[in-house]
C-alpha cells in the first residue's frame, strides 16, 4: 500500500540557506501534519492543513512556512538555516482530522 | 515543562513475557492519548489509541491502560516478540484524535531478548 513519500530523505545546507522539504500525504488523504524532531529530542508539532487550509500551528519558526498544494502534497520552506534547525522532519497524513494519521520515514535535515 | 512523561529510557524484557510502558502527563486538558512504535530511520508508526472516556482499549497483544485520576497510561504488549524492539512513544492532544498538536514523550526504547 502507499505510503507517505517525503523527499529528498537527506539534505545537508549551509547557515543561512534556504531549505524545502515535500511531502506527499497517502492518496486521498487530506490532512497534512509536520513534526521536527531534534537529535536526543521528542517530535515537535510545527504545523497542519487540512483540504488545503492551514489548520493548527504549533511551535513552527517564523522563518519557516509551509503550504498545502491543490494535489495536497505539502511543502515546508525553511531559510535563514540555523544549526539548530538540523533536525529529521516528519509529514504525516490522515483522512479527516480526527482519524489515524501515517507518518513518513522524514527528512534527515543537516546544517553545517 | 514537559507535559508528557516517559520515565525510563529502556526497558529490556524476555521474548514471552509482557511488556509494560508507562506514560505519565501533567496537562488535564488532553483529551486523547496514542502510542506510537518507531524503528530507527523509519517515521514513528500508530499502535493503538485511547480516549479520556475510556480506562482500557485492548488490539491483539496491545492493550492500553489510561488512569485519569493519577495522570498515567500506560501500554501492555503481550507476550512480547523479538519484532516489538523498537522505540516506543506516548503522544497526547488535547484535540480529541489526529495527529493535530501531538505532545510526544522523549521514548522508551524496548528491547525483547532472546
Known amino acids: 500500500a502507499a505510503g507517505v513519500i517525503q523527499s529528498p530523505r537527506h539534505l545537508i545546507k549551509e547557515k543561512r540557506e534556504t531549505a524545502t522539504l515535500k511531502c506527499y500525504p497517502i492518496?486521498?488523504?487530506?490532512?497534512v501534519y509536520w513534526y521536527q524532531q531534534g537529535p536526543g529530542q521528542d517530535p515537535q508539532f510545527l504545523i497542519s492543513f487540512y483540504e488545503k487550509m492551514q489548520s493548527d500551528k504549533g511551535s513552527i519558526p517564523d522563518r519557516f512556512s509551509a503550504q498545502q498544494f491543490s494535489d495536497y502534497h505539502s511543502e515546508l520552506n525553511m531559510s535563514s538555516l540555523e544549526l539548530g534547525d538540523s533536525a529529521l522532519y516528519f509529514c504525516?497524513?490522515?483522512?479527516?482530522?480526527?482519524?489515524?494519521?501515517?507518518f513518513g520515514q522524514g527528512t534527515r535535515l543537516t546544517v553545517v | 515543562d514537559q507535559q508528557v512523561k516517559q520515565n525510563s529510557p529502556s526497558l529490556s524484557v524476555q521474548e514471552g513475557r509482557i511488556s509494560i510502558l508507562n506514560c505519565d502527563y501533567t496537562n488535564s486538558m488532553f483529551d486523547y492519548f496514542l502510542w506510537y512504535k518507531k524503528y530507527p530511520a523509519e517515521g514513528p508508526t500508530f499502535l493503538i489509541s485511547i480516549s479520556s472516556i475510556k480506562d482500557k482499549n485492548e488490539d491483539g497483544r496491545f492493550t492500553v491502560f489510561l488512569n485519569k485520576s493519577a495522570k498515567h497510561l500506560s501500554l501492555h504488549i503481550v507476550p512480547s516478540q523479538p519484532g516489538d524492539s523498537a522505540v516506543y512513544f506516548c503522544?497526547?492532544?488535547?484535540?480529541?484524535?489526529?495527529?493535530?498538536?501531538?505532545?510526544f514523550g522523549k521514548g522508551t526504547h524496548l528491547i525483547i531478548q532472546p
Open positions: 492518496p486521498r488523504h487530506d490532512t
Open positions: 503522544a497526547a492532544s488535547e484535540n480529541g484524535g489526529g495527529a493535530d498538536g501531538l505532545t
Open positions: 504525516a497524513s490522515s483522512l479527516g482530522r480526527r482519524t489515524e494519521a501515517f
